[in-house]
C-alpha cells in the first residue's frame, strides 16, 4: 500500500511543488551548506593537506614511492589483519548486541534503565584504564597479549552502539507484523529473519558501519591488549607519523583507511537505502518465555560489562594494603607530590563544558542532515548528492586521529583560521566523531516516516519548517535523545584528538587519568582509577537523567 | 600561571564564537610580549614557578603541550614554515639531530651552561649550538628489593645477567616501537653489545621469557611486583627515579631500587624556535629554564635530575634516589639515522 503512495501522482505533485517554492530552496542551501563547510573545514582540508604532503612530496605524485610502501610485506599484513580484526569485532559485536537491544527497547524489566545507560559506560573510560582492567583479569591465563583479548575487549568498548542505534529503530517497530506471522503460524526464528531483521536492516547496517569503522581505527586497546605485537593501519599510522616523520607510507595507509570507508559505505548504502515500514512508539512489556534467550544474552552482556568495571572499583577503593576511599578524595587534590596542574575535579568541569558543547555541535549538525538525508528528490543527482554528504559525514569515523591531528597543524595556521592553539578545536574535534554516530541514530526513524503524513501536513497548509518540527521531530524525538546521549558520551571519552589539542591547563578528565597512571607511586595510580569511576558514574547519571527527559512521541498520533 | 583562558562556549553556534575569539586576539604592537612554550606532555613545574619569569621579565608565557619527544619534533619539523611557538623544552638525546637537520632551531644555547655540565652537551652539528640542556634521567631496570629478599635469590645486576637462566620470567619491559622507555631500553642494548651483537642479546632475553607490554604504565602497573603495582615480575625497565615515589611516608628504606649497570641516559634539552617573532624574549625564556628556579622544582614535578649543578635536590630526592655512574649512550646522530631499522629488527625479533 505504501509502495502505491510512493509512486502516485499525489506525492510527485506534492515533491515539484514543495522543491519550487523559493524558502524552500534557500532551506535546502543553508542546511546543505552546513554540514559541508563543517566537515570540509575541519575534516576535508586538514586530512588533503597532509595526505599531499605525503603524496607530493615534490609537487608530483610520487607513484614509485607510493608502490614501494603497497609491496612491501608489512603493509600488505597490516592491512589484512586491521580488515579481518574489524570484521570479526563487528560479527562478534552484532551477535551480541542484537538480542541486548531487542530487550533493552523492547521489554519491561527490574533495571533496564540503569543497564541502557551502563552499556554507554565503556565510551567514556579511557583506553588505557580499561586495557590495565582487563589485562589484570587476564594475566597469567593465554588470554594475555592473544588476539582474543583484542576482539573482547573491542567488543566491550562497541556494544553500546548496537544496542543504542538497533535498539532506537526496534523500540518503534510495529509488533503487529510479526504478532499476525506468529498467527499464521510461523515460528519465531522465520518470524526473526523474514519480518523484524528486514524492517531493522537499515539500523542494523548503520551499526555495523560504525563498530567496524571504530574497530579499525582502534588505538590504545590494539597496543595494550595485544601486548604491542599487533600492528593495524591505525597503529601503524602513528608509528610512521609520530616516531619516524614518514608521511609517505603514512599517506597511503590514511589513503587506504579511506577506501576501506568508502567501500563499507557502498554495501551498507543499499541496505540502508531500504525504505521500512512506518514506525511510532510501542509500549514495552514483560518478558514471556519466547524472550529467554534475549533475556540470557542480555545478562551475559550485563555480566561482561559488570566484570572489568567491578575490577575498576574494587581497585580505587584500595588504599595501600586496606581499603577506603582515600582515592576518591584525592581526586580533588593535584596528584602526591604534584603530578598535576590540575585537580582531577577541575579537569572533569573541563570535560563537562568541552563535551556539552560538541554534543551541541554534532546535535545541530546531526538533525539538520538526518532531515535533510531523510527527504528523497525527485531528481537522481540530487539524490546522488545526498548520498555523497551522507558518506562524507561518516569519513571522520574511519580516519586516524593522528592524520587528522597533524592536518590540523598545517592547515588551521593562519588567520582567519589561526585556531591551532584555541581549545575550540576540542569540542569541534569531538563533534566530528559525534555527528556521524547523531545521524545514524536519526536517519533511519525520520527515514520511516511516511512521507504521507508529510504530505497531508503540506496539503492542510503547514509550512515546511512547520512539518520538520512537529512531525520528523516528534517521530524522532525519542531517537533524537538516545543520540544525545550517546553523543555527548563519545564527546567525553574521547581522548585522540582531545590529547592532541588540549592544553595542560584546560586538560580534560581523561587526559587527566592518562597522565597519573603514568606516574610511579600507589597514590597516583589509584587516583586515576578513582577518577575512571567517577567518569562511569557521571556517564550513567547524566545519560539516564537525558533518558527521563524522553517526549511521549506516540501520542502525537 | 598566567593562561590566558579562552572560554568553551557550550552552544551550538560555537562557529561563530571561533571567529569572535580570533577577531578579539588580533596582536597589538605594544601589548606586551606573551611567549609560547612547545613541551612533550610530560612538562610540569609547580603552580608560580612560571609567574616568576613574568614578575621578572614582563613576559607571559603560555604552555602548550605536544605529545612525547618524538612526536613534538616531528610536529615542529611540519610546521616549520608557520612555527608553533616560540621556545621548545622536552626535545631529548634522541630526537636531537631530527630537530637540528629539521632546520627548525635558531642557533642558541644559554651563556649560563658551565664546564660542570659537559657530559649532558651535544656533539657540534648534532645539536650542541641549538640546545641547552636541562634535565636528564637515567632509564634503568628497576628490582623490587622485596621479593628477591623472599625468594633468596640474588638481585641481578647487569644487562647479561638478565639472559641468565636464574632470571626466566622475571623482566617485563616496554615494547621499544610503542613506548619511550621501552626505546631507551633498546638503544642501551644496542650501545652495549654493538650494531651486531644486540640482536643476539635480544634473542637469548625473548628466549629467556621476557614479557613485553606496550606502554610503561602497563608494565609498571599490572605486570611489575612492586609495592604499588599488582603483578608478579620483579624486575621492570624503568627509570632511576621511580624508587624514591616508592618509599612510604616516613619510610628509611626504599622498597625498589634501579640496576644502574642497566642505565640508558635521556637528556632533555630546550631550544629558541626558528622564525619566532620575539627571539630575544625566546632567549631568555631559555635561561629561565636553565636557572635554579625551575631547576629546583624540576625533580618532583618530571621526576627527571636537574643538570644544573646549582640545583638543590629535594630531601627524599638526596636520600634515596641514585644516578648511574656510566650509562650507556650513544650518537644522537647515529640514532636518528638508524630509528627506523633498529625498531623493525627489534620487532622482528621480540614481537614475531
Given amino acids: ?557 | 600561571m598566567h593562561h590566558s583562558t579562552h572560554r568553551v562556549v557550550s552552544s551550538a553556534a560555537a562557529l561563530a564564537a571561533a571567529t569572535l575569539v580570533l577577531v578579539g586576539c588580533a596582536p597589538a604592537s605594544d601589548a606586551p610580549v606573551t611567549l609560547t612554550l612547545v613541551t612533550h606532555d610530560s612538562f610540569a613545574l609547580s603552580e608560580g614557578t612560571l609567574d616568576q619569569f613574568t614578575k621578572a621579565t614582563g613576559i607571559t608565557v603560555e604552555v602548550q603541550a605536544a605529545g612525547d619527544a618524538g612526536e613534538l619534533v616531528n610536529k615542529l619539523v611540519l610546521t616549520k614554515d608557520s612555527p608553533l611557538g616560540d621556545v621548545v623544552y622536552g626535545i631529548d638525546n634522541t630526537f636531537a639531530s631530527r630537530a637540528v637537520s629539521g632546520g627548525v632551531l635558531e642557533p642558541y644555547v644559554s651563556a649560563d651552561v658551565t664546564d660542570a655540565e659537559g657530559q649532558y652537551l651535544l656533539p657540534l652539528g648534532s645539536g650542541g649550538e641549538y640546545l641547552t640542556p636541562i634535565d636528564s634521567g637515567d632509564v634503568c631496570v628497576n628490582v623490587d628489593h622485596e621479593w628477591f629478599a623472599q625468594a633468596g635469590i640474588p638481585e641481578p645486576k647487569s644487562l647479561d645477567d638478565l639472559i641468565d637462566p636464574t632470571y626466566q620470567g622475571l623482566l617485563v619491559v616496554e615494547a621499544a616501537n610503542s613506548s619511550s622507555p621501552g626505546l631507551a631500553f633498546l638503544l642501551a642494548t644496542i650501545a652495549a653489545y654493538g650494531d651486531t651483537g644486540w640482536q643476539g642479546y635480544w634473542t637469548s632475553l625473548v628466549a629467556n621469557d621476557v614479557k613485553i607490554d606496550a606502554s610503561w604504565s602497563d608494565a609498571y602497573n599490572v605486570d611489575f611486583s612492586g609495592p604499588s603495582s599488582d603483578g608478579d615480575r620483579p624486575l621492570v625497565v624503568s627509570y632511576a627515579s621511580s624508587p624514591p615515589f616508592e618509599v612510604p611516608e616516613g619510610g628509611t628504606v626504599a622498597p625498589t631500587g634501579a640496576l644502574l649497570d642497566t642505565c640508558f641516559r635521556q637528556t632533555e634539552y630546550a631550544g629558541v624556535i626558528a622564525g619566532t617573532a620575539h627571539p630575544a624574549e625566546a632567549k631568555k625564556l631559555v635561561d629561565f629554564l636553565h636557572s635554579p628556579t625551575v631547576q629546583n622544582d624540576i625533580p618532583d614535578n618530571m621526576y627527571v635530575f636537574p643538570v644544573n649543578p646549582d640545583a638543590v635536590l629535594p630531601e627524599a630526592w638526596a636520600k634515596f634516589a641514585e644516578r648511574a655512574t656510566d650509562p650507556y649512550n650513544l650518537d644522537p646522530a647515529q640514532i636518528d639515522a638508524n630509528r627506523e631499522k633498529w625498531i623493525a629488527e627489534w620487532a622482528a625479533i621480540a614481537t614475531p
Fill in chain 1, 1 to 557: 500500500m505504501r509502495d502505491n503512495w510512493r509512486s502516485s501522482g499525489l506525492r510527485e505533485r506534492q515533491l515539484s511543488r514543495l522543491n519550487a517554492h523559493p524558502a524552500t530552496i534557500a532551506a535546502w542551501t543553508l542546511g546543505i551548506a552546513l554540514p559541508v563547510a563543517f566537515v570540509g573545514v575541519f575534516f576535508a582540508w586538514p586530512v588533503a593537506t597532509i595526505l599531499g604532503r605525503g603524496l607530493f612530496p615534490t609537487g608530483a605524485l610520487d607513484v614509485a614511492g607510493i608502490a614501494e610502501v603497497l609491496s612491501r610485506p608489512r603493509t600488505i599484513r597490516i592491512i589484512g589483519f586491521t580488515v579481518g580484526l574489524a570484521a570479526a569485532a563487528t560479527a562478534i559485536t552484532l551477535l551480541l548486541g542484537m538480542p541486548a537491544a531487542y530487550a533493552l527497547s523492547r521489554l519491561k524489566f527490574r533495571g533496564r534503565g540503569v543497564l541502557r545507560a551502563a552499556v554507554l559506560v565503556p565510551f567514556v573510560l579511557p583506553t588505557v584504564v580499561v586495557g590495565i582492567a582487563f589485562r589484570t583479569l587476564f594475566r597469567g591465563t593465554p588470554l594475555d597479549g592473544s588476539v582474543l583479548a583484542i576482539l573482547l575487549a573491542l567488543v566491550f568498548f562497541n556494544i553500546a552502539v548496537v544496542v543504542r542505534t538497533v535498539g532506537a529503530s526496534w523500540e518503534s517497530l510495529d509488533p503487529r507484523q510479526e504478532e499476525a506471522a506468529r498467527v499464521l503460524g510461523a515460528g519465531p526464528v522465520r518470524v526473526f529473519v523474514t519480518i523484524t531483521l528486514r524492517r531493522l536492516g537499515p539500523s542494523v547496517a548503520a551499526a555495523a558501519s560504525i563498530v567496524f569503522l571504530f574497530c579499525s581505527t582502534a588505538f590504545g586497546t590494539v597496543l595494550v591488549l595485544g601486548g604491542a605485537r599487533y600492528s593495524t593501519i591505525e597503529t601503524e599510522i602513528w608509528l610512521l607519523t609520530t616516531q619516524f616523520l614518514d608521511l609517505r607510507a603514512a599517506s597511503v595507509l590514511s589513503i587506504t583507511q579511506l577506501l576501506v570507508v568508502v567501500a563499507l559505505l557502498v554495501v551498507t548504502a543499499r541496505v540502508r537505502g531500504r525504505t521500512t515500514s512506518q514506525r511510532r512508539s510501542f509500549a514495552t512489556r514483560r518478558p514471556r518465555r519466547a524472550d529467554v534467550p534475549a533475556v540470557f544474552a542480555t545478562s551475559a552482556v550485563a555480566v561482561a560489562l559488570v566484570i572489568p568495571l567491578g575490577a575498576l572499583v574494587q581497585r580505587s577503593l584500595q588504599v595501600g594494603d586496606g581499603w577506603g576511599f582515600g582515592n576518591f578524595l584525592a581526586l580533588a587534590s593535584t596528584g602526591s607530590r604534584n603530578a598535576l596542574t590540575i585537580s582531577p575535579w577541575t579537569a572533569l568541569g573541563n570535560s563537562l563544558g568541552f563535551a556539552a558543547a560538541a554534543t551541541g555541535i554534532a546535535m545541530l549538525l546531526g538533525l539538520v542532515t538526518s532531515v535533510l538525508l531523510s527527504r528523497r528528490p525527485r531528481s537522481p543527482s540530487a539524490r546522488r548528492g545526498l548520498d555523497l554528504l551522507d558518506g562524507a559525514l561518516m569519513l571522520p569515523l574511519g580516519v586516524s586521529a593522528v592524520t587528522v591531528g597533524f592536518g590540523f597543524l598545517i592547515t588551521l595556521n593562519a588567520p582567519p583560521l589561526d585556531l591551532r592553539a584555541s581549545p575550540i578545536l576540542v569540542p569541534i574535534a569531538q563533534a566530528l566523531v559525534a555527528t556521524p554516530l547523531v545521524v545514524r541514530v536519526l536517519l533511519p526513524v525520520l527515514r520511516s516516516v511516511g512521507s504521507r503524513m508529510r504530505e497531508a501536513a503540506a496539503t492542510l497548509g503547514a509550512a515546511p519548517w512547520r512539518v520538520i518540527l512537529t512531525i520528523d521531530l516528534g517521530v524522532a524525538a525519542r531517537a533524537a535523545l538516545a543520540a544525545t546521549g550517546l553523543a555527548f558520551t563519545v564527546a567525553l571519552g574521547e581522548f585522540g584528538a582531545t590529547t592532541f589539542l588540549s592544553r595542560p591547563s584546560n586538560a580534560t578528565l581523561p587526559v587527566v587519568i592518562y597522565r597519573l597512571i603514568g606516574l610511579p607511586g600507589g597514590d597516583n595510580a589509584g587516583m586515576a582509577i578513582a577518577a575512571s569511576v567517577v567518569l562511569a558514574v557521571l556517564t550513567v547519571a547524566v545519560v539516564a537523567l537525558i533518558e527521563r527527559l524522553r517526549v511521549d512521541s506516540a501520542g502525537a498520533f
